[in-house]
Antibody
Framework: EVQLVQSGAEVKKPGESLKISCKGSGYSFTSYWIGWVRQMPGKGLEWMGI????????RYSPSFQGQVTISADKSISTAYLQWSSLKASDTAMYYCARFIAAATNAFDIWGQGTMVTVSS | EIVLTQSPGTLSLSPGERATLSCRAS???????LAWYQQKPGQAPRLLIY???SRATGIPDRFSGSGSGTDFTLTISRLEPEDFAVYYCQQYGSSPTFGQGTKVEIK
């Protein structure tokens, strides 16, 4: 079964760092882009950025460039999203999703989401 | 950045009725790069349509997509109880963006 499994919910204080993960299985992890999508409470979907684990080519939405870092470790089929200094406004659900370039140009498989709460 | 505007914001319909959802882009989008997703409360989004009109694997044929250029439509021919959800369009150009969503609620 093709799936993406994300790390568990996090509760952090403003200024703390955080790295959440997304592990792929059931397919060739290095052959497909992985994207990250933010959903703030009660709001819509926002594309944050995307990485190709095969060569770590990474692209960011202008809105998130410099605010987060996307990385991947292909040896363990895992992508990451990290913050160096969290803000209360980072409180949201974060989804990773597999992106099929060329064939569908869409996110066909989604992780279950990681809820990040930032509060003092 | 291409802005996608979905309308209406909320659609109140009864089971069995037809739902027509609109997604308008601020500039032309290649049909190959337009997708639709469904999201139910507490769940991750699910891909419904890609390439503007192709159904994803396992998606019932009551869901259909159409359109080109700046105007795209998702149609649900006969609403089933499980179709009441929020729907998002998404384009993939130089920088992917999502529309703000249309909520389909039970009337």
């Amino acid at each position: 079964e093709v799936q993406l499994v994300q790390s568990g919910a996090e509760v952090k204080k403003p200024g703390e760092s955080l790295k959440i993960s997304c592990k792929g299985s059931g397919y060739s992890f290095t052959s497909y882009w992985i994207g990250w999508v933010r959903q703030m409470p009660g709001k819509g979907l926002e594309w944050m950025g995307i990485i190709y684990p095969g060569d770590s080519d990474t692209r960011y939405s202008p809105s998130f460039q410099g605010q987060v870092t996307i990385s991947a470790d292909k040896s363990i089929s895992t992508a990451y999203l990290q913050w160096s200094s969290l803000k209360a406004s980072d409180t949201a659900m974060y989804y990773c999703a597999r992106f099929i370039a060329a064939a569908t140009n869409a996110f066909d498989i989604w992780g279950q989401g990681t809820m990040v709460t930032v509060s003092s | 950045e291409i802005v996608l505007t979905q309308s209406p914001g909320t659609l109140s319909l009864s089971p069995g009725e037809r739902a027509t959802l609109s997604c308008r882009a601020s500039q032309s989008v290649s049909s190959s790069y337009l997708a639709w997703y469904q999201q139910k409360p507490g769940q991750a989004p699910r891909l419904l349509i890609y390439g503007a009109s192709s159904r994803a694997t396992g998606i019932p044929d009551r869901f259909s997509g159409s359109g080109s250029g700046t105007d795209f439509t998702l149609t649900i021919s006969r609403l089933e109880p499980e179709d009441f959800a929020v729907y998002y369009c998404q384009q993939y150009g130089s920088s992917p963006t999502f529309g703000q969503g249309t909520k389909v609620e039970i009337k």
